[in-house]
């Protein structure tokens, strides 16, 4: 649509969709564009950090979340995503490995040592186990356990809170549906069990807390998020209720789980749809980390000996970014001029992220992957200038007032996690998997076929269960 009629496109009466990069930065970068009332239907709870409209509670609520996640608390963090998010997934690889002693068909019908893993899964449990020590300072194990309920029915939280927006008697609906049927809603019983526990401590005395923690499996990190936040209180004094803790919780718990975990997992079927990409970046890694037995790489290691993987990742999030739908805004009550035409109050804005990724004004064959787009080229100043500019114009987390309060915490695990597996292991594609080098879209140039997808708030592989297995094997020394 916006390929061809343009950067704004009025696409009903009372809305206009906007996918211009310098006009999304503009409207986000102000509170003015309020956030419109689909977000209030979208409530679960209560109102919270992700809904709410009003400016003044959103900066509150963002304050007290950055103590847990600020620069200050980011070496204790890292420390949590090696121990418990890609050393336990080693392990668990390690584990499944040498066990095994298995022989898999590849994508060219040769029997090789290894192993099916699917990166959907295992993603979503490792940033589940990362988000939930930073929130809780207690790791779960999901995934030595290999436990996806939890997850699945977070997921369907998301989903469940996409449909009220869209309808708010769908909503009423199913909520009276999961009361008759007694469903258990798995994410909000634990939040509740953890809310309970800490309201419990918080009648003890010091001593009796510091004893009852010998008994809880505990990471050292100086803040968790929960404790933050039952602590905190608002102008008035006030701390937060049962209900407003809880909904606060279960936003964390969903941005930290499902956005980087999509984000990894669509890296990873990119790099195996270019062979000659997964090769580049494999042994970017493993020239500059070759002492891969003696320890994890570090994301701010990654981070500045990585160049090449750092911009294979920017245009995996330009292409396809975790939120592939529209983000509502209302325009202030003055009115407001988007890309040169006079927005009226009470007008729909949609801001469609992904439509800026792809636009040609933007980006020269966006429907193409080049990550060399992303690294630095001519004088030393010039090219850093542009190549920062380049880097800014993709926006997966969103940006200004309202971006993801998580973002770098989801840069830390993707450049700790995947860095170590491409160093640790080799990867190949299964025989029969659908998308595959040789599978071409017509519509991205000839350029291989990426995964069909669904949006429920951040995109979904269609068919995960079986599209996101890869064969996994011990690297060759």
């Given at each position: 649509?916006?390929s061809?009629?343009?950067?704004?496109?009025?696409?009903?009466p009372?809305?206009?969709?906007?996918?211009?990069?310098?006009?999304?930065?503009?409207?986000?970068?102000?509170?003015?564009?309020?956030?419109?009332?689909?977000?209030?239907?979208?409530?679960?709870?209560?109102?919270?950090?992700?809904?709410?409209?009003?400016?003044?509670?959103?900066?509150?609520?963002?304050?007290?979340?950055?103590?847990?996640?600020?620069?200050?608390?980011?070496?204790?963090?890292?420390?949590?995503?090696?121990?418990?998010?890609?050393?336990?997934?080693?392990?668990?690889?390690?584990?499944?490995?040498n066990?095994?002693?298995?022989?898999?068909?590849?994508?060219?019908?040769?029997?090789?040592?290894?192993?099916?893993?699917?990166?959907?899964?295992?993603?979503?449990?490792?940033?589940?186990?990362?988000?939930?020590?930073?929130?809780?300072?207690?790791?779960?194990?999901?995934?030595?356990?290999?436990?996806?309920?939890?997850?699945?029915?977070?997921?369907?939280?998301?989903?469940?809170?996409?449909?009220?927006?869209?309808?708010?008697?769908?909503?009423?609906?199913?909520?009276?549906?999961?009361?008759?049927?007694?469903?258990?809603?798995?994410?909000?019983?634990?939040?509740?069990?953890?809310?309970?526990?800490?309201?419990?401590?918080?009648?003890?005395?010091?001593s009796?807390?510091?004893?009852?923690?010998?008994?809880v499996?505990?990471l050292?990190?100086?803040?968790?998020?929960?404790?933050?936040?039952?602590?905190s209180?608002?102008?008035?004094?006030?701390?937060?209720?049962?209900?407003?803790?809880?909904?606060?919780?279960?936003?964390?718990?969903?941005?930290?789980t499902?956005?980087?975990?999509?984000?990894?997992?669509?890296?990873?079927?990119?790099?195996?749809?270019?062979?000659?990409?997964?090769?580049?970046?494999?042994?970017?890694?493993?020239?500059?980390?070759?002492?891969?037995?003696?320890?994890?790489?570090?994301?701010?290691?990654?981070?500045?000996?990585?160049?090449?993987?750092?911009?294979?990742?920017?245009?995996?999030?330009?292409?396809?970014?975790?939120?592939?739908?529209?983000?509502?805004?209302?325009?202030?009550?003055?009115?407001?001029?988007?890309?040169?035409y006079?927005?009226?109050?009470?007008?729909?804005?949609?801001?469609?992220?992904?439509?800026?990724?792809?636009?040609?004004?933007?980006?020269?064959?966006?429907?193409?992957?080049?990550?060399?787009?992303?690294?630095?080229?001519?004088?030393?100043?010039?090219?850093?200038?542009?190549?920062?500019?380049?880097?800014?114009?993709?926006?997966?987390?969103?940006?200004?007032?309202?971006?993801?309060?998580?973002?770098?915490?989801?840069?830390?695990?993707i450049?700790?996690v995947?860095?170590?597996?491409?160093?640790?292991?080799?990867?190949?594609?299964?025989?029969?998997?659908?998308?595959?080098?040789?599978?071409?879209?017509p519509?991205?140039?000839?350029?291989?076929?990426?995964?069909?997808?669904?949006?429920?708030?951040?995109?979904?592989?269609?068919?995960?269960?079986?599209?996101?297995?890869?064969?996994?094997?011990?690297?060759?020394?």
């Open positions: 649509m916006h061809f009629y343009g950067p704004i496109v009025r696409v009903s009372n809305e206009v969709s906007v996918a211009n990069t310098e006009a999304i930065k503009k409207i986000f970068s102000t509170h003015k564009f309020k956030k419109s009332v689909l977000y209030k239907n979208s409530i679960t709870l209560t109102e919270d950090i992700f809904t709410t409209d009003n400016e003044e509670f959103n900066k509150m609520r963002r304050s007290q979340l950055n103590s847990g996640i600020s620069q200050h608390n980011l070496v204790g963090i890292e420390n949590v995503i090696i121990e418990v998010g890609i050393k336990s997934l080693t392990k668990k690889i390690d584990e499944m490995l066990s095994n002693k298995g022989r898999v068909e590849n994508i060219e019908g040769e029997m090789v040592e290894g192993i099916l893993f699917n990166y959907y899964d295992y993603f979503h449990m490792l940033t589940f186990d990362v988000i939930s020590s930073i929130t809780f300072g207690e790791n779960l194990g999901m995934l030595q356990n290999c436990n996806h309920e939890i997850i699945e029915d977070l997921i369907n939280e998301l989903k469940m809170s996409l449909m009220r927006s869209v309808s708010p008697m769908y909503g009423i609906g199913l909520d009276l549906y999961n009361k008759v049927t007694k469903k258990k809603r798995l994410t909000l019983e634990f939040i509740y069990k953890r809310i309970n526990e800490i309201r419990k401590s918080e009648k003890q005395s010091l009796e807390n510091q004893q009852e923690s010998k008994n499996k505990c050292i990190i100086e803040k968790n998020i929960m404790d933050i936040y039952s602590k209180t608002d102008k008035e004094g006030n701390k937060m209720t049962d209900l407003q803790l809880a909904a606060e919780l279960l936003i964390v718990l969903a941005g930290g499902d956005s980087t975990s999509i984000s990894m997992s669509y890296l990873m079927h990119i790099l195996m749809l270019y062979p000659e990409i997964y090769k580049k970046v494999t042994q970017e890694v493993r020239q500059n980390f070759p002492s891969w037995k003696n320890g994890f790489i570090k994301s701010t290691e990654a981070k500045s000996k990585l160049p090449y993987l750092v911009s294979v990742i920017y245009e995996s999030m330009r292409i396809k970014p975790i939120g592939a739908g529209v983000i509502f805004r209302e325009p202030p009550d003055t009115g407001a001029t988007v890309c040169g006079e927005i009226p109050p009470g007008t729909d804005i949609s801001v469609f992220i992904e439509g800026a990724h792809l636009s040609e004004d933007m980006w020269e064959n966006p429907r193409r992957f080049i990550p060399e787009r992303f690294i630095s080229s001519g004088s030393e100043d010039g090219g850093a200038l542009e190549m920062n500019k380049r880097r800014s114009d993709v926006m997966p987390f969103s940006v200004g007032v309202r971006s993801c309060p998580g973002k770098h915490l989801a840069w830390m695990e450049l700790t995947i860095p170590n597996l491409l160093n640790r292991y080799d990867f190949e594609l299964e025989k029969g998997a659908v998308y595959n080098p040789k599978n071409i879209d519509e991205r140039e000839n350029e291989p076929k990426m995964f069909e997808d669904v949006v429920y708030l951040t995109r979904t592989p269609i068919g995960h269960k079986t599209h996101c297995n890869l064969i996994i094997k011990n690297r060759k020394e």
